[in-house]
């Protein structure tokens, strides 16, 4: 489906557009279990530039950085550093899902019911500085839909395995071959007694779906991630943890063999680089102040030290 462009320069703007995709794809391809999400990206982070169309394409934060070879060093330092953030995760996905909401790369991706909440981010609301938040860069938020049987619990064995990843070094990860997932099947199971895999017959199953991205309902045992909601893409790997390159495209939608086989995205909302102020402005009347989204001390201590910062500025400049 071709959608037109439109570089949406007010809340109003983005609401709409929203509405409009959703009833476009609702109306063409009718799927009663389905369910749209929303995430939001500051720029293209395909283009240099910036102003070219938004693909459907995209990787978890872990692959786009190219960090993969260091996965298992990056979860034993942020276990190490600060092993107390994490003393009331009971299990590797609520580690890995609360890792991936302070930004460290990781194999989870989340997304958002709230297209506002979404617009939040589109616009630099997760940007620690004022002109990192302002660069002329259009933001985008991608529409994605994702089918029911993809959507999973964070207790699915799926899920389990691929948050297990960090776990086993990527020479010891070959889903192609008969015994290649020995290592990440002891590993799940010194934390998950009752996981049943088998290189044959009936385990088997695990090489095959760890080879695709999965959605899942995280657990909501913090702040951060109760406000942020929504769910997580949790992206699995092939041989030598190599990045599987999902499209997420429609014509991938309805193909097993696709690593995004359920999960595509139906469009993308463009918002124009001049209009992010403003809109982050008009985002805080809908309860999208960063200090709300980011709830922990230091970051609403950061958001009062820019707001008042730029009362200064406008006061001063208007002596």
Same mark, same amino acid.
């Given at each position: 489906?071709?959608?037109?462009?439109?570089?949406?320069?007010?809340?109003?703007?983005?609401?709409?557009?929203?509405?409009?995709?959703?009833?476009?794809?609702?109306?063409?391809?009718?799927?009663?279990?389905?369910?749209?999400?929303?995430?939001?990206?500051?720029?293209?982070?395909?283009?240099?530039?910036?102003?070219?169309?938004?693909?459907?394409?995209?990787?978890?934060?872990?692959?786009?950085?190219?960090?993969?070879?260091?996965?298992?060093?990056?979860?034993?330092?942020?276990?190490?550093?600060?092993?107390?953030?994490?003393?009331?995760?009971?299990?590797?996905?609520?580690?890995?899902?609360?890792?991936?909401?302070?930004? $460290?790369?990781?194999?989870?991706?989340?997304?958002?019911?709230?297209?506002?909440?979404?617009?939040?981010?589109?616009?630099?609301?997760?940007? !620690?500085?004022?002109?990192?938040?302002?660069?002329?860069?259009?933001?985008?938020?991608?529409?994605?839909?994702?089918?029911?049987?993809?959507?999973?619990?964070?207790?699915?064995?799926?899920?389990?395995?691929?948050?297990?990843?960090?776990?086993?070094?990527?020479?010891?990860?070959?889903?192609? !071959?008969?015994?290649?997932?020995?290592?990440?099947?002891?590993?799940?199971?010194?934390?998950?007694?009752?996981?049943?895999?088998?290189?044959?017959?009936?385990?088997?199953?695990?090489?095959?779906?760890?080879?695709?991205?999965?959605?899942?309902?995280?657990?909501?045992?913090?702040?951060?991630?109760?406000?942020?909601?929504?769910?997580?893409?949790?992206?699995?790997?092939?041989?030598?943890?190599?990045? $599987?390159?999902?499209?997420?495209?429609?014509?991938?939608?309805?193909?097993?063999?696709?690593?995004?086989?359920?999960?595509?995205?139906?469009?993308?909302?463009?918002?124009?680089?001049?209009? !992010?102020?403003?809109?982050?402005?008009?985002?805080?009347?809908?309860?999208?102040?960063?200090?709300?989204?980011?709830?922990?001390?230091?970051?609403?201590?950061?958001?009062?030290?820019?707001?008042?910062?730029?009362?200064?500025?406008?006061?001063?400049?208007?002596?």
């Amino acid at each position: 489906m071709e959608y037109r462009r439109m570089r949406c320069r007010t809340v109003d703007d983005i609401a709409r557009e929203a509405l409009r995709i959703i009833d476009e794809e609702s109306s063409v391809h009718p799927e009663p279990r389905a369910e749209f999400f929303f995430r939001g990206e500051s720029k293209n982070h395909k283009s240099d530039y910036g102003d070219e169309p938004l693909g459907t394409a995209f990787q978890s934060l872990l692959d786009r950085k190219g960090l993969v070879e260091y996965e298992r060093e990056l979860y034993q330092e942020a276990m190490r550093l600060n092993v107390a953030s994490f003393e009331e995760d009971r299990t590797m996905v609520e580690r890995v899902a609360r890792m991936q909401h302070y930004l $460290l790369p990781t194999r989870f991706c989340d997304m958002s019911t709230n297209v506002l909440l979404s617009a939040h981010f589109a616009c630099g609301g997760g940007e !620690k500085t004022e002109s990192a938040r302002d660069k002329l860069r259009d933001g985008f938020i991608r529409v994605m839909k994702v089918r029911s049987d993809k959507i999973k619990s964070f207790t699915s064995d799926i899920i389990i395995a691929i948050a297990h990843l960090p776990l086993v070094d990527a020479e010891n990860i070959n889903p192609s !071959k008969t015994n290649g997932l020995d290592y990440l099947s002891y590993e799940i199971k010194n934390t998950r007694p009752g996981f049943i895999y088998e290189s044959e017959g009936i385990g088997s199953w695990l090489r095959e779906d760890i080879q695709h991205v999965w959605a899942f309902r995280p657990m909501m045992n913090s702040r951060r991630i109760r406000r942020q909601g929504g769910l997580f893409l949790a992206f699995g790997c092939g041989d030598n943890k190599k990045s $599987l390159e999902p499209t997420f495209s429609p014509s991938d939608y309805d193909n097993p063999s696709a690593p995004s086989d359920g999960i595509k995205q139906v469009g993308y909302i463009r918002i124009a680089a001049e209009a !992010k102020k403003d809109i982050r402005k008009q985002l805080r009347y809908f309860g999208m102040e960063a200090e709300s989204v980011y709830p922990e001390l230091s970051n609403v201590c950061e958001e009062l030290d820019n707001r008042f910062m730029e009362i200064k500025s406008k006061e001063d400049e208007s002596k």
